[in-house]
């Protein structure tokens, strides 16, 4: 048996912000049918804690980057979980990365670099009985564990750092290294060092023993200057480590026969139920006419995810007759600009800013199309 421990800032269904959760979620469940065994350590983040029932204390922390902290090990909607309860690093309402304001926390570099410094404890038998083989660490909130075990008293356990997005390096002024915990040789070029800062990102490529990304076309596009963020020559180097295995989505969670955020479930057999979902975006989201095409993207706003493209063609969407529901958020200008089309286009256009999970689900089980105009 393999003991896998998976390290993440957000886990759906706890915490989550986009694809990331959907993955560090679904993950354990998958790996489970090869004879791996996965627990996942993240944030106490208020909506992890409050679906924390039943846990106990594996382990006690006086100074986690100058505040105390707990480690809670529980079992959560068929997830082992062992949770960072710091309330002075996690315990923020809304958004785990951002403040109410819209702007970073200011100590991110902290939390995530406690969220990392744990795992790397996790790994070296922090808890007794527990030594997981592996650490796999996903994105720039991670990048640090690989680090922590390279420049650590025991490389025993092996590294994989996942990269789910590029385009976000955690990148912080040299001035933290100091407080980082690590070794004085593990800031350079070889470490955790990046244009005179340092980038988690970075960090976390460099240093584990694997690096995979979400699909092999994305494998191959980071490793060119048009898509590699800087780090292609770092990639380049090391490019027998680096390995893309393709996303896919949970048939369970996304089955329209089972899922309850359906206004009408239906299979393979039945496609026509579908439409009772499809009204029921439209009279959600306010739109008319949907005996015409309707399109639906749920995503973040950003022109990494292609909305300022979207934005260039809805009219011209309208005028074919096709209506439009857009989920998410993200950049101010963005999520302007779909108001304004909504307003230039009353029924017929529509956006509602936030996540929610389950509307999410039925927009994807009910529209004609979902749009991914995705720049990578």
């Keep these: ?3 896998v421990l998976s390290v993440a800032s957000e886990l759906y269904p706890l915490i989550k912000t986009g694809g990331l959760a959907d993955v560090t979620g679904a993950l354990p469940g998958a790996l489970a049918q090869s004879g791996i065994t996965m627990r996942t350590t993240v944030p106490g983040y208020p909506a992890v804690m409050s ?4 846990g106990r204390v594996v382990a006690e922390i006086a100074d986690l980057f100058g505040v105390p902290a707990k480690l809670i090990a529980g079992r959560v909607a068929g997830l082992d979980i062992i949770v960072i309860e710091a309330p002075a690093l996690y315990d923020r309402p809304g958004n785990p990365y951002v403040s109410p304001d819209g702007w970073d926390w200011s100590d991110n570099w902290k939390r995530f670099a406690a969220l990392s410094w744990v795992a790397a404890e996790l790994g070296q038998g922090l808890v007794e009985g527990y030594h ?4 796999h660490a ?3 909130q991670a990048g640090l564990a690989p680090a922590y075990i390279k420049y650590g008293p025991s490389d025993r356990v092996k590294t994989v750092m996942t990269v789910h997005n590029m385009a976000f390096k955690g990148f912080f002024g040299p001035e933290i290294f100091t407080q980082l915990r690590l070794l004085p040789h593990a800031y350079g070029v070889n470490g955790v060092e990046y244009y005179g800062g340092i980038s988690y990102l970075k960090s976390g490529m460099e240093c584990a023993d694997y690096v995979t990304t979400v699909s092999p076309n994305y494998a191959d596009e980071i490793r060119t200057p048009a898509f590699g963020m800087g780090l292609e ?3 380049n180097g090391r490019a027998d480590t680096v390995l893309g295995i393709l996303n896919s989505i949970d048939i369970t969670a996304r089955d329209p026969a089972a899922d309850k955020a359906l206004t009408q479930s239906y299979g393979i057999n039945t496609i026509h139920l579908r439409r009772a979902n499809k ?3 439209a009279e959600r989201f306010g739109l008319d006419g949907v005996d015409g095409p309707l399109f639906c993207v749920v995503s973040r706003l950003t022109d990494q995810k292609g909305m300022d493209l979207l934005l260039q063609i809805v009219d011209g969407m309208v005028d074919l007759g096709a209506r439009l529901a857009v989920l998410g958020s993200g950049e101010g200008y963005l999520e302007d600009g779909f108001r304004y089309a909504s307003a ?6 529509a956006i509602i800013t936030g996540y929610n999970e389950d509307l ?5 089980g009910g529209c004609d199309a979902i749009l991914i105009p995705s720049r990578f």
């Design 1 to 3: 048996m393999i003991e």
């Design 51 to 54: 679906k924390l029932t039943g």
């Design 132 to 135: 997981p083989q592996i650490i």
């Design 138 to 140: 996903h994105d720039w």
């Design 233 to 235: 020559g770092l990639l």
């Design 279 to 281: 009204l029921a975006v």
């Design 344 to 349: 230039r286009h009353p029924s017929k256009v």
């Design 360 to 364: 999410s689900h039925l927009m994807q």
